[in-house]
């Protein structure tokens, strides 16, 4: 049985377009990059530009803190333009990455002005995730590692599977798809034993065809992708919901 189920997380493999990537938007901040704290004070981040801020956000977010504190340094920025400028990123940050999207339920903040063009951001995430699921993701290099770790954590009973991958190896269709197709074959396969013979059909598409109509009790998997829209790098597979 082992030997099948590893067979077909291969032929998904195979079956996956070559040349397909996707360029993101949003690295992994680390926590020791220097260039984001302030040299006078440890508990405090700094930020000279958009992307800078949302750079820090994001470490933050990482690192799972229920607070903190960046300070915004800019030129001729006045206090609306840099309020405006702050509640855009922290928006982006929430709706639009997949660390933001997939742990935060609202990110909130206050804001003063020190002095011209220097601004004090007090950051308050809520997160809706704990830190023992934000740290539970596994990272990968490509999604392609999806359909073995799915077969892993199928094997070992997990009920759930959060993967972040650095770039997606198949259109996000394809990827879901490919799931579905998977959790097919490993239920029904186990259901119907090993030694049940494959047609040339099935070995084509990878496995026996789903029917358009799931037999009763047949439970699907639950999959998200972070961010729901545009270009996700985190998905969450639920392997038994509700359950």
Known sequence: MKKRLS???AALLLLLPAGCS??????????????????????ILRAESYQDFVNTILLLVEQHDDQGTIRLYLTDVDYADAFAMVKAACAEVRLETA???????????????????YYQVGLLPTYRRTAEEAAAIVETASSSAIY??????????AERLTVR???LAEERESLL?????LQWELETGQEKGSEEETSPEEEQTGGMEIPQ?????????????YPPEGDSSIIEILLHPGQ
């Open 99 to 117: 660390i933001g999207s997939y742990s935060l339920e609202a990110l909130d903040f206050d804001m003063q002005e020190l002095r011209n063009s």
């Open 213 to 225: 109509e799931l037999p009763e009790g047949y439970v699907p998997w639950e999959v998200f992708l």
């Open 165 to 167: 991958y650095a770039y």
């Open 7 to 9: 067979c077909l997380a």
């Open 22 to 43: 996707l360029d993101r938007q949003y690295s992994v901040v680390e926590p020791h990059e220097n260039q984001y704290w302030e040299s006078t004070a440890d508990d």
């Open 177 to 181: 798809k490919n799931i579905r197709q």
């Open 148 to 157: 073995e770790l799915l077969l892993q954590a199928w094997e070992q009973g």
